[in-house]
């Protein structure tokens, strides 16, 4: 089955410096990679998705990258602000397949003021 | 608002109880998902459903089992808990497929600990 993984486990920034997360999938069939954003104590929520037939998705401060051949997308965060602090989670999903999302085991981003 | 809503939002139970984790929702979403979230080791999917008639394991089905009792209402039951079943569990719907949104929403989470 599908395996994510996500790195770095931790990240700490200054604020309004640059903040990436990567993550690497290992089924070629996955065709959906959204991003989930946890602030402590509340649910994850859905802050950018990418569909493998496009390269790159922006919104605003953020931007997801995804490369098929080397099987790994990552999410970028740019001009931090305190409140991107959260735990950050990639996913991965066959839509049309199995339509079940795999996470990451999540990366901690904590933005200094 | 239409959501994902959990019962309970806390729950202390002891080794070896039974117990049932409900989760509803107003989003006419056909697909229902519990997963586990413990530190260090994400979301880990424990069962999926994609219509009433339809239930099936995820990676960590052993000493869970579900319910889907309508297309609204999906529960996960803990058979007989133990203390390794102390987690945080979250129910999510999508309707991958029937939209252009093909996100999760999730429910506001369940804690669980088992002493």
């Known amino acids: 089955g599908e395996n994510v993984e996500q790195h770095p486990s931790t990240l700490s920034v200054q604020e309004g410096d640059s903040a990436v997360i990567k993550c690497t999938y290992s089924d070629s069939a996955s065709n959906y990679f959204p991003w989930y954003k946890q602030e402590l104590g509340k649910r994850p929520q859905l802050i950018i998705d990418?569909?493998?037939?496009?390269g790159e998705k922006k919104d605003q401060r953020i931007a997801v990258t995804l490369n098929k051949t080397a099987k790994h997308f990552s999410l970028h965060i740019t001009e931090t602000q305190p409140e991107d602090s959260a735990v950050y989670f990639c996913?991965?999903?066959?839509?049309?397949?199995?339509?079940?999302?795999?996470f990451g085991k999540g990366t901690k981003l904590t933005v200094n003021p | 608002d239409a959501d994902v809503t959990q019962t309970p939002r806390n729950r202390i139970t002891k080794t070896g109880k039974r117990i049932m984790l409900e989760c509803s929702q107003t989003?006419?979403?056909?697909?229902m998902y519990w997963y586990r979230q413990d530190p260090g080791l994400g979301l880990r999917l424990i069962y999926y459903?994609?219509?009433?008639?339809?239930?099936n394991k995820g990676e960590i089905s052993d000493g869970y089992s579900v319910s889907r009792q309508a297309q609204a209402k999906f529960s996960l039951s803990l058979e007989s808990a133990i203390p390794n079943q102390t987690a945080l569990y979250f129910c999510?719907?999508?309707?991958?497929?029937?939209?252009?949104?093909?996100?999760?929403?999730f429910g506001s989470g369940t804690r669980l600990t088992v002493v």
């Open positions: 459903s994609f219509d009433v008639k339809d239930i």
């Open positions: 999510a719907t999508s309707d991958f497929g029937s939209s252009q949104n093909y996100g999760y929403t």
């Open positions: 989003k006419g979403h056909d697909r």
């Open positions: 990418i569909r493998s037939n496009v």
């Open positions: 996913a991965a999903s066959i839509q049309g397949g199995s339509e079940k999302l795999v």
